[in-house]
């Protein structure tokens, strides 16, 4: 059981300076910082998150899929303004947020996604857990060891096959890992990852994805493997014009017509 700690702050304003604006996300911070380093890290989260209203951040997101995403046949997305290309970097920190809330209790201590796109939600997971992220790399360099992971993965994107490799050192037995990345389509790529941590010997906690096009194969063989999968935005169908998202609710899944 959780113990709660009574605390409580005393604030002094000098007279003259009661004219200031208070910036909502300033005063955020501020507590967000105080909470995290005085009442632990899940339970800031909890507040963060409470703070900020369940799910809102969500919503924006598949409203920005919405208004900003460019449907570019019925199985490719454009969402570069503000997703993989141009960053919006609020929006981007929220989904780690939400990944932190929904996975908060594993105990996760690595972030993994591979690059380029997925690396700054990958970074927003990690700062909301308070953990490293990795990045898988595409290409070998110079400076790599050759004690690596590797696993080839086929871009959807690019029509490409890839080597991915991850650094031996990075990826140990007694990690618990969160993979996340900004698509699930094929599930090329993050079978590839799920793969490369059970090479490993360390344990998969689940994949975190901003978009799952879910009329595509990926959730299928993630989940014939056995991964939990969360996914921010669900996508049942597309086509120029239109985006229809899944929402569940308890059992059901709803699918909701949004444009
Ligand atoms: P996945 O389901 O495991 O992610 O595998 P898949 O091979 O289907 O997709 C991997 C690549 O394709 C990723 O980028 C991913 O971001 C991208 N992708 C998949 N579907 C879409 C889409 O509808 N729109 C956009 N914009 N990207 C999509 P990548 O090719 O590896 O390149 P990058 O991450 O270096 O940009």
Redesign the pocket.
């Given at each position: 059981m959780r113990t709660r700690h009574a605390c409580a702050i005393r604030i002094s304003i000098p007279k003259d300076r009661l004219h200031l604006r208070v910036d909502q996300a300033q005063v955020e911070a501020v507590f967000f910082s105080f909470f995290r380093n005085n009442r632990g890290k899940n339970e800031a989260i909890e507040l963060d998150h409470a703070a900020k209203g369940r799910g809102q951040k969500m919503k924006e997101l598949e409203e920005r899929i919405r208004r900003e995403g460019a449907i570019l046949s019925e199985?490719?997305?454009?969402?570069?303004s503000f997703l993989?290309h141009q960053v919006d970097t609020e929006l981007a920190l929220a989904t780690g947020r939400e990944f932190a809330r929904v996975f908060g209790d594993e105990k996760i201590t690595k972030v993994l996604t591979?690059?380029?796109?997925?690396i700054q939600f990958a970074m927003a997971a990690g700062i909301a857990l308070g953990v490293p992220f990795v990045y898988a790399k595409?290409k070998k360099a110079v400076t790599q060891s050759d004690k690596l992971y590797v696993a080839p993965?086929?871009?959807?994107?690019?029509g490409e096959t890839y080597q991915v490799s991850v650094d031996q050192r990075y990826l140990n037995a007694g990690d618990r890992v969160l993979i996340v990345?900004?698509?699930?389509?094929?599930?090329?790529?993050?079978?590839g990852l799920v793969d490369i941590v059970r090479e490993s010997g360390a344990e998969l906690v689940g994949v975190g994805c901003i978009i799952e096009?879910s009329f595509?194969e990926?959730r299928g063989l993630l989940e014939a493997k056995g991964v939990r999968i969360h996914s921010l935005a669900r996508i049942a169908s597309m086509k120029p014009g239109e985006v229809h998202f899944i929402e569940e609710t308890g059992n059901r899944q709803l699918t909701e017509e949004r444009a």
């Open positions: 199985t490719v997305l454009k969402v570069d993989n591979i690059e380029a796109s997925g595409k993965v086929h871009s959807f994107t690019r990345d900004d698509f699930l389509a094929t599930g090329a790529a993050l079978v096009k595509q990926g």
